[in-house]
């Protein structure tokens, strides 16, 4: 649509150069700095960080701060400096320091995260050349990654640290990465231990002085503010952005329904994903009396420009400044603060626009109620201040600003003395419940004179309890009050069985449990307070309840803390030749690049010529016939070229059970019904909401597996394996029958699935770049699906670790398309969209039966698991099969009898995942074990050791196997973790403490690596020399960030003899290595390495005889030579693996080549009042064998380790009752982020250990260090354990996983658990399912 009027001229500088057009943050795409990656679009994951620089009127000074680009609005760029990751530094001209050291210190795998990584550490070293630890982890807090375990990533911030903390040998009096820089050649001598991954006497001094300067043009309209009203037009929308405050209220009377845009950081995500439309919106970014800051005698008045990031320092001036019990406000705040989403959010968000929000999450509002604040307001009229109080807050018409008026400060009063506001907000967890409280006694006594409590996250709004609060003045503060505030409030703040965000019996739990934290403070205070009084003639003294000791741990918060560790193995021999990489702790190869922001991911290739974006229109309903879909009004739409429907499929539209697109029936919310093909992304995606597909829902709908079994609703058939006589040995010994429910897990790879499709008309050919590792897989389905006799070339890109879901379907559609419409068609999905439409980890319901003696050891063992496949088989069959053959994990039982089935539910089809169904049925095995355990009065590890294999042993499917290695990593781990003294310390600690306990398990693990069939134990290769002496390998693996390339790379350049300068890499192509197998299953290395091997000795063997005539000749030379002799130098190399077989008839087999052993200790200490966590210590040790790279073997574990603990602990999918995900962001659904790490992480390899089966005796571990996870989990489950023992509750819970506070709170049982309300579930309808 054409402007009605001309743009002022929109000026602002990318990474040093003007720009004034642009649209977005797709502009950022469109002038080719994709080095800004798009993940989340809702500021959540911190992939897009960027470094605004602007000169702030009221300091005078230039302010550097991180944003996320997604949440920015290209207006509001006006007069600053946008610093990218482009702009930092870049492999051709020059590297900046963080971008070598992230590299170099092995913090990135994927590389998705890596350039908002280096974007907020380089941002906090613009502002802190050497800041703290503190300050890097506080950068870091915003910033996602799937893949790394943050640790690496940390340790390179660390670097630049003014107290580098670098001793990780705790307690040794050492330093160990001082041993590596006193040793000549730190992975030197024979069996030798290195601790060092990088050599940080490398990396280039940081010099601020290279940095990009304010540019001088913008440093002069900051001087000279313009005064005049800017206007900028979009297609649909007007930016306003006044130059005085005068012009901003009469352009706020003229638009009284304009909002007000500062940090957009709440009217961006409701415009991004709740379709909210604002035509106009007003800017106040140039209104400097928006940012002032007044300190009076009573208070503190913040201008409602200022950002979160601002007021944290304004706050933490103002304590410095003032005595104590003046401060208790704004220390509250500021805790706040300090956890209140990341950097880059507290960096853009106002006070203004968080408090006119009115957000029920808001952490700040109901603290700056119970605080009594008052909130100036300033229209055109005038001026006129109303309390921040629950009228406010509930936006009732009797407080509420009029449409003109806005929100000019907030004042915060000092607290008085004998005022303690109190805030609690310890969830770790989505929705979180927070809250203010605040009281006021009579003079010299304890009779409360005032009271203010204010909760968030249990209503629609910042909730008061005014009534409860007006009932207990004049009462005493001891427990009879306390019992009598816990009754009103729960009667007051009442929360509904159906509330929306659910979890309502743990809220009920947290407002009373919340109110014991704050009555135990306030107590403390009293106590303080008791020379007061009594010198005031008061005879108070005593007349107040002592607190036990025991009972003081209830006030101690989890702060963060910063995480250490080791990580060791063996170094390489001695003898070595230098240029021989193998084994050696080598950079990933794309690390550079990565933190360059230079790597192409799919997104990130240029538009071609006539290119045309996709978006896809999925199903609202879980079962039901689909009568009709009227495209009509879409096709109306400027810019749509076609909407693609089953019919207009060419070829098969999939299989019976399984389309690519809906026909006649959807099976549940988020299959693909349509696509809609336009011109531009935003025009396809609009184009989706006004197709209207009319439904007729059909029953049974089923979602949860209890629902399937009742429908005998199953995928495929059983699979059993039975071993011994079960039935018999459960008639002599105790038994014990359980349940476990593990939650699913969203892959949540950072990448979003993304294709490119390009026809090549004239050929018939289609070029499909596509982020999958499984090319060969979508290739084939790809022919399938369009017309015959058609040519595809799939091209792996740099690949946002997939973990296994290959994006099938999406580029189906896509080719099918490109072939239809002619031209190359893009689509990117949002996270939203990726999240509802693809499935992930299957959920699993697990039943076992436990025979044992009562000395611990298991007699018979009989577990039957079933897993919630959702609509199609996909991967189903073999994830059930994979859980069974691994579901003995470690131990040998005589008596075992294993079952597993797979269920249909309508729900998006759930499919293979890290681990391969082994994470969720272990967790089964392991509970069991701790079941055992809990009734033998032993402690679990005995009851572990008791049963574990160990001698030469088969399997139940009768595999032989010599179980050495994993009692080696037992023991080892023991020793490492100090585990028995460490039980002990953990047993004193909880005899002390009653609100705290602490918890520690170790695990061991048996992990089968490879597939259970012959035909994917292959692979090939191809290797060209060049006669320049350079090399070329091509191999079938798809990097995934796992490395797979960089070790393919040492393999050919020990094989050539030849330093891996000389050699490259292409990437994965179905042109150059055709038919591969799916990088999975963790042998990928083991095959991908044996072919190219394989290549390189035919290559070297044709050699040989020039070697032979000329040894003292250069590699060079020989090529040379070669060439001249009419020598072929390329070879294609192939590796025929393992001969895998399994007979499921008989249960017997040999389907896994080898096993990786491991063991895992874990501790952790509860807060049995808010079930929040922390972890204490993390002890790992891994059987890698001869590690082809320590480096990325030990990021493959800790990567995995760090996303196990999130399925175990954190990550929870949440459907409604009709089916639909809820949990479709970061904010709903939570990884691990950087603070989750445990304070203490140590990863050992173990040394001296050998495979004879795979290349250079070394072991695939990209998926088992996943399951280790579960060691924080027990730890949990074992702190659970000791409160109910010490309550006199049985200790027999069922195992729920993942283990959330909710699930913690609510396990430890007390008397406020039991005062809440519970209600009927017959009585109303939940928000949300379980489906586990
Ligand atoms: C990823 C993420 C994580 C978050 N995590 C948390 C969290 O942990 N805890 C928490 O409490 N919050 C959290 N938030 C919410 C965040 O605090 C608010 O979105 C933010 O404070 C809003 O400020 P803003 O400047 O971005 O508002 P904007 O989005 O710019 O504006 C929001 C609204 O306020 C109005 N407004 C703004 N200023 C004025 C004014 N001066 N006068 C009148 N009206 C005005 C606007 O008209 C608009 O309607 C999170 C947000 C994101 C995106
Ligand atoms: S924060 Fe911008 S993409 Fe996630
Ligand atoms: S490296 Fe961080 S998401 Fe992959």
Not at 3 to 8: I, L, Q, V
Not at 106 to 123: D, E, K, W
Not at 237 to 252: H, Y
Not at 300 to 325: D, F, K, N, Y
Request: charged share 25%.
């Amino acid at each position: 649509m054409p402007c009605a009027s001309r743009s002022d001229e929109l000026v602002f500088f990318v990474n040093g150069r003007k720009v004034s057009d642009g649209h977005s943050y797709r502009g950022l795409r469109s002038i080719r700095l994709t080095g800004t990656k798009y993940a989340c679009g809702r500021g959540g994951c911190g992939a897009c960080t960027m470094m605004v620089s602007k000169h702030d009127s009221v300091s005078k000074k230039i302010r550097h701060f991180s944003v996320t680009a997604c949440l920015m609005p290209i207006c509001s760029l006006y007069g600053a400096a946008v610093t990218t990751v482009e702009g930092v530094g870049s492999i051709k001209t020059r590297l900046h320091p963080v971008q070598e050291r992230i590299a170099k210190s092995h913090g990135t795998q994927c590389g998705f995260c890596t350039p908002g990584m280096v974007m907020s550490m380089y941002t906090l070293l613009r502002n802190h050349p050497q800041p703290s630890e503190e300050q890097l982890m506080e950068a870091l807090g915003g910033n996602l990654c799937r893949c790394t375990g943050y640790r690496p990533i940390f340790e390179s911030g660390r670097t630049f640290c003014m107290e580098v903390n670098s001793c990780q040998q705790k307690g040794t009096g050492k330093c160990c990465l001082d041993w590596g820089e006193n040793d000549s050649s730190p992975l030197g001598k024979k069996n030798e231990i290195c601790t060092k991954l990088f050599a940080k006497e490398e990396f280039q001094p940081l010099d601020p002085t290279q940095e990009l300067i304010f540019p001088p043009e913008l440093l002069r309209m900051a001087e000279n503010p313009e005064k005049q009203t800017l206007t900028f037009y979009g297609e649909r929308v007007t930016w306003i952005s006044p130059g005085t405050l005068k012009d901003l209220l009469e352009l706020k009377a003229k638009h009284p329904e304009a909002p007000l845009v500062l940090g957009n950081t709440s009217l961006g995500p409701g415009m991004k994903s709740q379709g909210h439309f604002h035509p106009v919106l007003l800017s106040p970014a140039r209104i400097s009396e928006l940012s002032m800051v007044r300190k009076t005698s009573d208070g503190l008045t913040i201008g409602a420009g200022c950002s979160l990031a601002q007021m944290q320092v304004i706050l933490a001036e103002r304590i410095s400044e003032l005595p104590e019990e003046k401060t208790q406000t704004y220390r509250a705040l500021l805790k706040h603060l300090r956890s209140l989403a990341g950097q880059q959010i507290r960096n853009m968000a106002s006070l203004g626009g968080h408090v006119m929000s009115r957000h029920c999450y808001s952490d700040l509002n109901p603290i700056l109620a119970v605080g009594n604040s008052t909130l100036n307001l300033i229209s055109a009229e005038g001026t006129r201040q109303i309390p921040l109080n629950e009228h406010f807050l509930a936006g009732l018409a009797s407080a509420d600003i009029e449409p003109e008026e806005i929100l000019e400060s907030v004042h915060i009063p000092h607290s008085r003395k004998v005022r303690i506001p109190l805030a609690q907000c310890q969830q770790n967890a989505l929705p979180h419940v927070n809250a203010g409280m605040r009281v006021l006694f009579k003079g010299g006594t304890d009779s409360i004179e005032d009271l203010r409590i204010a909760y968030g996250g249990v209503g629609t709004a910042t909730i008061s309890a005014h009534r409860s609060c007006q009932q207990l003045l004049g009462k005493r503060w001891n427990e009879l009050m306390l019992d009598e505030a816990c009754r009103l409030l729960l009667d007051e703040v009442s929360l509904p069985g159906s509330a929306p965000g659910g979890q309502v019996e743990f809220k009920r739990t947290l407002l009373v449990s919340f109110l014991f934290k704050f009555y135990l403070e306030v107590l403390q205070e009293l106590k303080k307070l008791v020379k007061l009084f009594s010198a005031s003639g008061c005879s108070c003294d005593g007349c107040y309840s002592e607190i036990s000791e025991r009972f003081l741990s209830a006030l101690e918060d989890f702060p963060v803390r910063i995480p250490q560790g080791v990580q060791t193995y063996q170094s390489v021999d001695p003898h070595q030749p230098l240029q021989d990489p193998v084994g050696r702790p080598i950079m990933h190869l794309s690390g550079l690049k990565h933190a360059t922001g230079e790597a192409i991911f799919c997104d990130d290739i240029p538009m071609v010529d006539k290119e045309l974006f996709m978006a896809l229109v999925t199903s609202s309903r879980a079962h039901a016939k689909i009568i009709s879909i009227d495209v009509s009004k879409a096709l109306e739409l400027p810019g749509v070229v076609d909407v693609i429907t089953a019919e207009d499929i060419p070829g098969t539209n999939g299989t019976e059970d399984d389309k690519l697109l809906a026909v006649d029936e959807v099976v549940c919310v988020g299959q693909i019904i349509c696509a809609v093909v336009a011109e531009t992304d935003v025009q396809a995606k609009r184009a989706t909401e006004k197709i209207k597909i009319t439904y007729e829902d059909l029953k049974p709908v089923i979602f949860t597996i209890k629902d399937a079994i009742k429908h005998n609703s199953f995928l495929c058939p059983e699979k059993k394996l039975e071993q011994g006589n079960v039935e018999e040995a459960f008639e002599k010994v105790d038994q014990i029958v359980e349940e476990v429910h593990v939650g699913g897990q969203e892959h949540f790879y950072m990448e979003t699935q993304r294709v490119l499709v390009i026809p090549k008309t004239e050929d018939k050919e289609l070029d499909i770049y596509v982020s999958t590792q499984d090319p060969a897989h979508v290739q084939v389905s790809v022919l399938y699906f369009k017309h015959p006799h058609q040519q595809d070339h799939l091209s792996c890109k740099t690949s946002g670790w997939r973990f296994w879901r290959e994006g099938r379907k999406a580029s189906c559609i896509r080719g099918d398309c490109s072939c239809g419409t002619g031209h190359p068609i893009r689509l990117v999905l949002n996270r939203e969209d990726d999240m509802l439409i693809t499935g992930g980890r299957h959920p699993l319901f697990g039943k076992y039966k436990v025979g044992f003696m009562n000395n611990g050891r298991i007699k018979a063992l009989d577990i039957k698991c079933f897993i919630n496949g959702g609509c199609t088989l996909d991967d189903s069959e073999l994830v059930t099969e994979f859980l069974i053959l691994k579901l003995e994990n470690a131990y040998k039982i005589r008596n075992l009898r294993f079952q597993g089935r797979a269920c249909m539910t309508n729900l998006p089809s759930n499919t293979a995942f890290r681990g391969f169904g082994f994470p969720q049925g272990a967790l089964v095995t392991e509970s069991c074990i701790t079941a055992v355990a809990a009734k033998c009065g032993l402690p679990p590890e005995k009851i572990r050791e008791k049963n574990m294999y160990k001698t030469v042993d088969k399997t139940i499917y009768n595999q032989a196997f010599n179980p050495e290695t994993l009692i080696r990593c037992w023991n080892e781990c023991l020793d490492k973790s100090s585990f028995r003294s460490r039980r002990m310390h953990a047993e004193e600690f909880n005899k002390k403490n009653y609100w705290k306990k602490k918890g520690i398990a170790i695990i061991p693990m048996k992990f089968s690596v490879g597939f259970a069939a012959t035909s994917y134990h292959q692979a090939a290769a191809l290797v060209h020399i060049y006669t320049d002496g350079s090399v070329l390998v091509t191999h079938g693996g798809s990097e995934l960030g796992q490395g797979i390339h960089t070790k393919m790379l040492q393999v050919a350049s020990r094989e050539l003899k030849i330093p891996m300068s000389y050699i490259h890499i292409c990437e994965t192509s179905t042109a150059t290595v055709p038919n591969t197998i799916a990088t999975a299953a963790s042998i990928g290395a083991d095959v991908n390495g044996r072919a190219v091997q394989n290549a390189c000795q035919i290559l070297l063997k044709r050699l040989e005889p020039i070697i032979k005539k000329r040894p003292e000749g250069t590699w060079e030379n020989w090529i040379e030579a070669a060439f001249e002799q009419r020598i072929s130098l390329s070879a294609t190399g192939y590796f025929r693996g393992y001969k895998a077989f399994m007979d499921w008839e008989k249960g017997v087999g040999d389907p896994f080549p080898y096993y990786v052993y491991g063991a895992a200790c874990s501790e952790v200490e509860i807060d049995c009042l808010t079930g929040a966590y922390k972890k204490i210590r993390t002890d790992i040790v891994m059987d890698a064998c001869c590690s082809l790279n320590p480096a990325i073997d030990i990021g493959q574990i800790e990567g995995s380790f760090i996303q196990g603990m999130g399925l175990y602990t954190t990550e929870e999918l949440k459907y409604s009752p009709e089916g639909v995900l809820y949990s479709r962001s970061p904010d709903e659904y939570k990884i691990p982020t950087i603070t989750d790490v445990p304070e203490e992480f140590n990863v050992s390899l173990l040394p001296s250990s050998r495979t004879p089966l795979t290349i250079y005796s070394s072991k695939g571990l990209g998926e088992s260090g996943m399951f280790l996870g579960s060691s924080v989990f027990f730890a949990i489950a074992d702190a659970v354990a000791t409160v109910r023992r010490e309550r006199g509750i049985a200790e027999d819970f069922t195992v729920q996983s993942p283990a959330t506070p909710e699930w913690v709170r609510m396990a430890c049982a007390d008397r406020f658990t039991e005062m809440i309300p519970r209600d009927d579930p017959k009585t109303f309808k939940p928000w949300s399912i379980p489906i586990a």
